[in-house]
C-alpha cells in the first residue's frame, strides 16, 4: 500500500521543523471557530473532502464517497469515508490560528486534484473575471418532473417492447399483451404500436446516444470519473431519458454542489 500522504504534499514519515504550538485561545470562541468550519466544509466542499481522503489517504473514489468532516484542529482533518471509518489528515505545517484553515484547505484541494490528474483549478486574475465558475459534481439528482419521469418510462417501454418483440415474447401476435392490451393502442392497435415501434426506435437510439456522449464530457469536467457508481446515474439516466438529464445535471452545477474552480465547461 502506498504511504498516505500529508497535507502539505510530502510523503516523508519526518516533520521538517519543529510543530507550531497553537496559542492560548478561549474554548467557546475555539469551539465556535471549529463548528463554523466543520458546518462550510461539509455543506459547500463535500467533493474536496472526497478528493483529500483518495489523495492523502488513498482510498478509491467510491470508497471516499459521502465523506463527512467530523473533527478538524490546528493539526489535522478527521474525516469518514463512505464506510463511516474515519480518517485522519495530518496539517503539517500545524495552522497557528483558524485564519490559517481557509487558504491551507485549498491548497490541499489543488495539491489533491493535481495528484490524481483531476481538472486544476484556475485562479482568476481578478474579482470582476468573467469566467464561470467550475463546480466538482458529486451529487445525482433523480426524476421528479412529471414529464421526465413520463420520457424515461416510454424509452424504457419503447426499448424494452422492441427486444421483446424482436425475440418472439410478449409484443408478438397471438400472445396474450398484444391481444388484450395493446388492442386498445389509439394509433391503429397493437399493429400500429408495432409499425409506430418500428420507426422510432432507431432514431431515439441515436439522438438518446449523442446525447450521452455529450453527457460522458460534461461528467469529465465536472471531475466524475469513468465507471463510479455515480458516473452510471449520470450516463443511464441520459440514455433512458435524454436532455431532462441533462437540464438536472445543470441545476446541481448551477446550484454549486462541489468545489468551485475558475474556468469554462468543456464538452469534450
Known sequence: MATPRRANGSTSSKDTAAPIQSPARSQPKDDAMKARIIKHMNTDHAASLSLYLRHYRNLSASAAENPKL????????????????????????????????????????????????????????????????????????????????????????????????????????????????????????????????????????LVHGAETLWMVGRLRAHGVRMGTGLWWKWVGATFLEGFGAHQRFSAVVKRGGGVKSRGRERSS
Not at 469515508?81 to 495552522?95: M, V
Open 70 to 205: 467530523v473533527d478538524v484542529s490546528y493539526s489535522s482533518l478527521t474525516i469518514t469515508s463512505a464506510d463511516g471509518t474515519p480518517h485522519e489528515i495530518p496539517l503539517e505545517p500545524q495552522l497557528q490560528s483558524w485564519a490559517d484553515a481557509r487558504p491551507r484547505v485549498v491548497a490541499m484541494d489543488r495539491d489533491a486534484r493535481a495528484g490524481l490528474g483531476l481538472l486544476p483549478p484556475l485562479e482568476a486574475s481578478d474579482e470582476h473575471d468573467s469566467a464561470p465558475a467550475k463546480v466538482m459534481v458529486t451529487a445525482y439528482d433523480a426524476p421528479t418532473a412529471p414529464f421526465h419521469v413520463f420520457m424515461i418510462g416510454m424509452v424504457a417501454f419503447l426499448f424494452g417492447g422492441y427486444f421483446a418483440r424482436r425475440n418472439g415474447y410478449w409484443l408478438v401476435p397471438g400472445a396474450w399483451y398484444w391481444k388484450n392490451v395493446m388492442v386498445y393502442f389509439p394509433l391503429g392497435g397493437a399493429e400500429g404500436y408495432a409499425w409506430l415501434q418500428g420507426k422510432l426506435v432507431v432514431p431515439v437510439v
